[in-house]
């Protein structure tokens, strides 16, 4: 399964969260959302006040845990009287209240009147609003209790119990609302996060950050102080962290994705962590950037190139995509002072949109890495890429979405037998069994090979001659053998090679599958038939797309396909084929 890690603010990840919903289906992959929790503004300013700042804000975790709850649970929040539709509802309600005592009575009725909780839920929400606040009366005195989240208290209370820690609270509400515990703080060591402009003003709240909007006295850094000392810190990635969250997401990563949103406030406190820089080089992940719409407030005055310039502090951008809007503001377009070395472009929003659209914006990052281009030709692996015959039935319905939007070209070692019991044939395929060396439809077959590849009768016999092949010799087709089921397979491989050289190299045995071997002419392989294949088809080898799940295997049968220098792709299973074929199904429909 695709494993997809998206740095965000509190709002920069949703199109992103909301994209890949949308154009691979919720579940169809994995995806892990990093952010830091420095927010102090509003409620959650009021929130870190209440325990003396001595935790992290719960606005921007709350915001991505219930941006993934609100997509696993799509269908069930369309019924407006459904469980997970009121709960939903709670956690997203603000509350406007005169004081602390006013809002406890407002907050309190409704959690009593929320019968849809489970009664120990209801309970215990309730006392965590309790706790909030009557255990802090003297600090919250003096707050504004205007527009306050009803569940930015209960994220607080929570990483209050649990010793300050913000990162625990998140893990006790993704058990609460049933969804992935996904959201990670790049550190769990609550500080306040200031800037420093130019003329060396220093800027004291984040909320102020985000609005400094002074192109003439420009933020030039930000920094980070203990509330308890007074003396700034840089922290390390995943201090504070129960285990090492971030750094072992982003080393099992296939794609980081450095979202759009404010730089200052919510994104760039994130990149200073000690250690984050290293960590990123090191990861073999495909890294995107995504550049905003338009100009923020934070960095007023500057374009795109100036964003860059800033950002490479941190950022590897020698090692990384940077995604351009072409329907951005003027100053928010590539450029040719840009400092990344790659870039790709799209119209991902309507002109003068603040922010993408969902899906044009996965597309054209997705469309990327994988490497899909329109007017290309797909050439794909059957078992263990499209289906996956041994699977479950869960398994086969996805192997039956795939081949169903699946438009290109088959190219398997599996027998003309096993195709037509797993393959549903439709106008947009064309498939080719038997390594390639025929051509086969729903009623017919045809070999498209040169007699010279057909089996010698002789060899069947001479490998039953042999107790542990007696009955497990297999002709398909007469162009090809197949010997199953067996174990120690090596072992046999080595012993029907040493058999074959009888034959003076005119014949080879390769493993294939999970329990056979196959026996064929030394002549053929996917590689020499997807060369006759293009040929029937007019293509050139810089036409298509390769696809399959042993292309990094040697002794897998795709492997030899890297020698004809085509693009290729390897999958991990029919998950990611799917995560494929979707996108390339949606690329096909814009016209």
């Not at 606040?133 to 989240?149: G, P, T, Y």
């Not at 039935?393 to 037998?417: Q, R």
């Amino acid at each position: 399964m695709l494993r997809i890690v998206v740095f965000s603010g509190g709002t920069g990840s949703i199109a992103l969260q909301k994209g890949l919903d949308q154009v691979f289906g919720h579940g169809m992959y994995h995806l892990d959302v990093i952010i830091n929790a420095y927010d102090n503004g509003k409620s959650t300013g009021m929130c870190r006040r209440a325990f003396k700042n001595a935790i992290l804000g719960p606005s921007d975790l709350r915001k991505n845990q219930l941006t993934e709850f609100s997509l696993k649970w799509k269908k069930e929040i369309a019924d407006r009287d459904s469980y997970h539709s009121r709960l939903y509802s709670l956690f997203n309600m603000r509350i406007d209240a005169e004081d602390y005592e006013d809002y406890w009575q407002k907050a309190s009725s409704i959690i009593d009147e929320s019968a849809f909780l489970h009664p120990p839920v209801q309970i215990v929400l309730k006392e965590l609003l309790r706790k909030f606040i009557f255990e802090n009366q003297e600090r919250l005195a003096d707050e504004s209790f205007k527009d306050v989240a009803l569940s930015n208290i209960f994220y607080a209370q929570v990483a209050h119990d649990n010793g300050d820690s913000l990162s625990k609270a998140g893990s006790f509400m993704a058990r609460l609302l049933d969804i992935e515990d996904r959201v990670h703080l790049i550190s769990d060591v609550s500080l306040l996060l200031k800037a420093r402009t130019r003329s060396g003003t220093v800027i004291e709240d984040e909320g102020k950050i985000v609005d400094w909007s002074n192109s003439r006295d420009r933020i030039a850094d930000i920094f980070l102080v203990d509330p308890a000392t007074g003396k700034e810190r840089i922290p390390i990635v995943d201090e504070g962290n129960a285990v090492n969250r971030v750094q072992n997401v982003i080393s099992s990563a296939d794609i980081v994705i450095f979202s759009s949103g404010t730089q200052w406030s919510s994104l760039i406190p994130t990149y200073v962590h000690s250690g984050f820089t290293e960590m990123i080089h090191k990861s073999k992940a495909r890294k995107y950037l995504v550049m905003n719409n338009v100009p923020d407030k934070d960095m007023a005055g500057l374009n795109a190139a100036d964003v860059l310039w800033i950002l490479k502090k941190w950022i590897p951008l020698d090692d990384a995509t940077v995604v351009f809007n072409k329907n951005a503001s003027y100053s928010m377009q590539w450029n040719s002072m840009c400092s990344a070395k790659r870039h790709i472009s799209g119209t991902l929003s309507d002109e003068g949109s603040r922010t993408h659209d969902p899906v044009q914006l996965i597309e054209c990052i997705f469309s990327d890495f994988f490497g899909l281009k329109k007017g290309m030709t797909l050439v794909s692996d059957l078992d263990g890429t499209i289906i996956e015959a041994r699977g479950d039935a869960e398994a086969k319905m996805l192997g039956e979405e795939n081949m169903s939007l699946f438009n290109g070209i088959i190219l398997t070692g599996n027998t003309k037998s096993h195709v037509r019991k797993h393959v549903k044939f439709h106008d947009g395929i064309e498939v080719y069994c038997d390594y390639g060396m025929r051509r086969i439809n729903e009623h017919d077959s045809e070999a498209i090979v040169p007699d010279s590849f057909r089996m010698d009768e002789n060899v069947i016999r001479r490998l039953e001659s042999l107790s542990e092949f007696k009955g497990k010799v297999h002709s398909r087709n007469g162009y090809a053998l197949t010997v199953k089921p067996l174990a120690s397979r090596s072992a046999c491989l080595e012993k029907i090679n040493s058999i074959l050289q009888e034959w003076n190299g005119r014949y080879k045995a390769l493993i294939a599958g999970k329990t056979s071997i196959d026996v064929l002419s030394s002549d053929c392989s996917k590689m020499s038939m997807l060369l006759r294949i293009l040929d029937i088809h007019h293509l050139q080898c810089s036409d298509i797309l390769y696809i399959g799940n042993e292309l990094e295997d040697e002794d897998g049968n795709d492997y030899c396909i890297n020698r004809l220098g085509v693009r290729t792709l390897n999958v991990r299973g029919i998950e990611e084929f799917n995560n494929i074929v979707r996108l390339w199904h949606m690329m096909s429909e814009v016209v």
